[in-house]
């Protein structure tokens, strides 16, 4: 049995708390995240928030993982404790966001001046510098390791060939529900024995997902620029990966 102990800090979409046995104890080794209702964009400058967001992108998380955990993907997943709560591996976090992008739409997109929606004949692997204060700038190999966030290039293969692998799961989970996987940003961490583990969330907060049929959005875009029905889009991609979930076990 666990037990949530103190807070240690609080992000953007979560709290973060130590893990106490039932005599009190603490687990080392583990940490307690609770999902919020907050939703964040442009580095949390634009804020908001709907009722019942935390748990919904925890459930939508918790079949994600389950599936990728089939596919012999390392993650810091460990127990769901509540609808908002769960229990992780305490991982000595890479401070990179790795980003891969199926189809070029948002920032990228405009950068280029090319139109949002276009294929891209291979996946885009991209790195961010974890850092609020910067902005999380747009980094390069050399500069990853200048910063000292990577090592050494093989571990920047290794994130790139595990970002890949992940990236052909999930492709492969949101078309059998009708949703492109247009990009999506993940993060890996370090576990006590040096195994590169995904960690954090995969959640429409992360993920662009647009509609196969109708090309409407799904995702935290909604939010971004004022779309509306921001709720409804995070409930129909958890209705959807439900249902799939339903008919897989049937």
């Known amino acids: 049995m666990y037990v949530k102990g103190s807070h240690l800090y609080e ?3 979560k709290r973060v708390f130590r893990v106490l046995s039932a005599s009190g104890q603490p687990f080392h080794d583990l940490l307690w995240l609770e999902f919020k209702d907050d939703l964040t964009a442009f580095n949390a400058e634009k804020r908001g928030n709907f009722e019942g967001k935390g748990r919904t992108n925890l459930r939508i998380t918790e079949l994600i993982f389950q599936n990728l955990k089939n596919q012999n993907v ?20 890479i401070p990179l966001e790795v980003v891969i992008r199926n189809i070029l739409a948002g ?10 929606g276009t294929p891209l004949e291979k996946p885009l692997f991209e790195l961010f510098y974890k850092d609020d204060a910067l902005g999380d700038p747009f980094i390069n190999d050399d500069q990853a390791l200048m910063l000292k966030a990577v090592s050494d290039f093989t571990t920047i293969e290794l994130l790139r060939q595990k970002a890949m692998h992940v990236n052909q799961v999930l492709k492969a989970m949101f078309e059998k529900v009708g949703v492109h996987l247009v990009d999506f940003k993940i993060e890996f961490g370090l576990s ?18 647009w509609d196969i049929k109708t090309g409407e959005k799904l995702d935290k ?13 995070y409930e129909d991609i958890l209705a ?8 897989m076990t049937c």
């Open 221 to 233: 875009d909604r939010f971004r620029r004022d779309l509306g029905l921001v709720q409804e889009s």
């Open 240 to 247: 959807r990966l439900q249902k799939q979930q339903g008919s």
């Open 74 to 93: 390392a993650t810091h997943w460990v127990e769901k404790i509540s609808e908002q709560d769960l229990i992780v591996k305490k991982l000595t976090m």
């Open 192 to 209: 006590p024995n040096g195994e590169i583990c995904l960690g954090d969330e995969i959640s429409p907060d992360s993920c662009r997902l």
């Open 11 to 13: 992000g953007k979409a």
């Open 107 to 116: 920032s990228t997109a405009k950068k280029f001046k090319l139109e949002e």
